[in-house]
């Protein structure tokens, strides 16, 4: 709040507090209060288009031009890239030039639960209007990548139009093509046989949530570098063989929770990743991996009842394993002379492993980096498998909780000592509580020992 006094204010004495030429002085703020207001009743009442070249003449005028407009059109798509579906249908009717840069997006992603809608639901009806008419205006024009997540309460209305959509991503070249796809009642998929067909397609990624995919008879993805299926169901043991019988590009493959098979034999002379994780579908018996190139290996497979399970690999060149999960009554890991980094996560072994124990771990001879979880580290401890010879590691990681700190140290102490050695190869030691060691010396060898938060 201002409070102005007309009169000049003083001190004891006659001499004024502000002299009168003071920029504070009380005339000096009423003359300016006064400009002011007059100047802003003069621009109330000018028009809008003389207001703005008032403001420009005295130099503060706002350049209202559409700076977006002037934007290349990468840019332009990358600043779309933020937005949903839905907020670009808004866009695309606010002029033509909107329009058009909305149907060149090169990549797409439609995120869309069915289940929000009830009934007849006209924000639905023409959101997916939008998408038939957004599809075909492109007329071929580059995809790079076509992302749908969708959940279909009634997947046999929809397939029809679905497919439309698929046969459009195939015409504009689509590289990238990920289907995120919730069939309710685990319904079927069909894989059109332009999908298998399609030349530019490079990544291909399907999740279905437990729905059932076929691909036609015809072989495909000759120029596929990368696949990934994720919870979906096949129905013929030798669905994997199939596709990549003709994959010959194919260089990374993730199978996360495929069932319906009991048989998963990958043989491939172009995969240099492979990732296998099956949790609780005990219909699968045998993993058998044969790959020349093979670098990377993920397994993470968990069964009920363990009989009859198996477990072969052949790949002379792997670098990394990552093994976890149930260890199955029978398994053989050939030569891995290769193998320099390993990750152990095993929850339970096999009750059919009789001693000597030795030869079940010996690949680890030979590796320089191993992280182990504590789980797997109780369970070598209890079946008399400690110590494992470690003649050439370089980091030892082990990952305990609060839980497992009372087991930890017997079973620990056990493990090092099948380093002992490599121990003059080790130079860093890290430990989360000292007590475990003592108090601790500045010996530092390279083991790390992590204590995760949970």
Known sequence: ML?????????AGNAPLLPESSPFSPETLLSRWSVKKANFIIMEKLSKLEACSLLQSKGSFVDNSDRISNLPNHIAHHILSFLTME??????VVSKW?????????????????????????KLIYFKNFLDRLMLRRNGMKMVQFCVHWTFPDWHSEEYRFLTWLHDAVRSNVEVLYLDLCIFRRGTFHMPLCVLHCESLRFLTVSLFGGVLQLPSSTGFKKLQSLSLTHVRVLDDLFVERVLSSCNSLDKLCLHGVNGTNNISIQSSSLKYLEITSYMHNDLFHVNVSGELLEELIICWKFFPSGGRSLKIATPHLKCFTWGGFA?????????????????????????????HMEYFQFLEGIKDLVIQFPCLQALYEAGMLPIPLKHVHTLRINFTDSDYDNLVPAMAL?????AKALDKIKFLSLTRKEILGKGKNTEPDIQIMRSSN
């Open 3 to 11: 409070f102005i006094f007309a009169g000049n204010l003083s001190i």
């Open 98 to 122: 909107w329009q058009e840069l909305c149907i060149s997006i090169p990549s797409l992603t439609l995120n869309v639960d069915g289940r929000r809608y009830k009934g007849k639901d006209f």
């Open 328 to 356: 199955p009554d029978n398994y053989f890991l050939g030569n891995l002379k290769c193998l320099r980094s390993c990750a152990l996560s095993l929850e339970q072994l096999s009750s059919s492993w009789r001693p000597p």
């Open 415 to 419: 493990l090092l000592k099948g380093a």
């Open 87 to 92: 907020n670009i249908a808004r866009l695309s």
